[in-house]
């Protein structure tokens, strides 16, 4: 597809329970972002990688949280122990640069819901 | 670190008329870019428009223009002639040269009424 793809696009899940996100970004772009983003605020980063490299994870707010992207290009966002506090949208970004000055590419997003 | 402040949560304008939407950040470096993102209910953020913090020179795109004051860290978006489907969250963004992060709002809830 021309654009970033997200699946699933929505996730219902119980509390305690594992669950994967995906993201395929557009095609060539090196760069990918996962965002998460709480009912009624901003966008807030999670993590970036350039590559296969996570090169900034220092938004993952905790050890539950983990990304991966093997190949360089679709990446895989692992949330373990499910807390109903990770309920949000989790969006995913792709960028054909790094740095400067870049413009990013967002997908539809995940809804994660835990209960 | 730099932080983006969007002090109104909720924006109405009649179809036609013109808004504008306030955004101020924090930062310590000296050339950064400036974004301005809209996110409809279908969720996708779209770029509305972008600013490079060395031209002194406002952009603009169609009906979307910004006011960058640097000095006063303020980079506010106006929209001429509102539209209906411009009805949507708004989101002013930062990205500086020593990360590669965009750094986002809270975000303002426009309402273009007919």
């Known amino acids: 597809g021309a654009g970033v793809s997200q699946t699933p696009s929505n996730k219902v899940t119980e509390k305690g329970k594992y669950v994967e996100l995906r993201c395929d970004p557009i095609?060539?772009?090196?760069?990918l972002y996962w965002y998460r983003q709480s009912l009624g605020q901003g966008p807030e980063f999670l993590i970036y990688?350039?590559?296969?490299?996570?090169?900034?994870d220092s938004g993952l707010p905790n050890d539950r949280f983990f990304a991966v992207r093997p190949e360089g290009s679709v990446s895989t966002l692992k949330i373990q122990r499910t807390e109903r506090g990770d309920s949000a949208v989790y969006l995913c970004?792709?960028?054909?640069?790094?740095?400067?000055?870049?413009?990013?590419?967002f997908g539809e997003g995940s809804r994660l819901t835990v209960l | 670190a730099q932080t983006v402040t969007q002090s109104q949560p909720e924006m109405s304008v009649q179809e036609a008329e013109t808004v504008t939407l306030s955004c101020t950040y924090d930062?310590?470096?000296?050339?950064?870019?400036l974004f301005w993102y809209k996110q409809p209910p279908s969720r996708q953020m779209i770029l509305v428009i972008r600013?490079?913090?060395?031209?002194?020179q406002n952009a603009t795109e169609n009906r979307f223009s910004v006011n960058f004051q640097k000095a006063a860290k303020s980079f506010s978006l106006k929209i001429s002639d509102s539209q209906l489907g411009d009805t949507a969250m708004y989101f002013c963004?930062?990205?500086?040269?020593?990360?590669?992060?965009?750094?986002f709002g809270e975000g303002t809830q426009l309402t273009v009424n007919p």
């Open positions: 963004a930062f990205r500086g040269t020593s990360g590669s992060r965009l750094t």
């Open positions: 970004a792709s960028s054909p640069q790094t740095g400067w000055p870049g413009e990013l590419f």
């Open positions: 600013q490079e913090a060395y031209k002194q």
């Open positions: 990688f350039q590559g296969t490299g996570a090169a900034d």
């Open positions: 095609s060539g772009h090196t760069a």
């Open positions: 930062t310590s470096e000296s050339n950064y870019y």
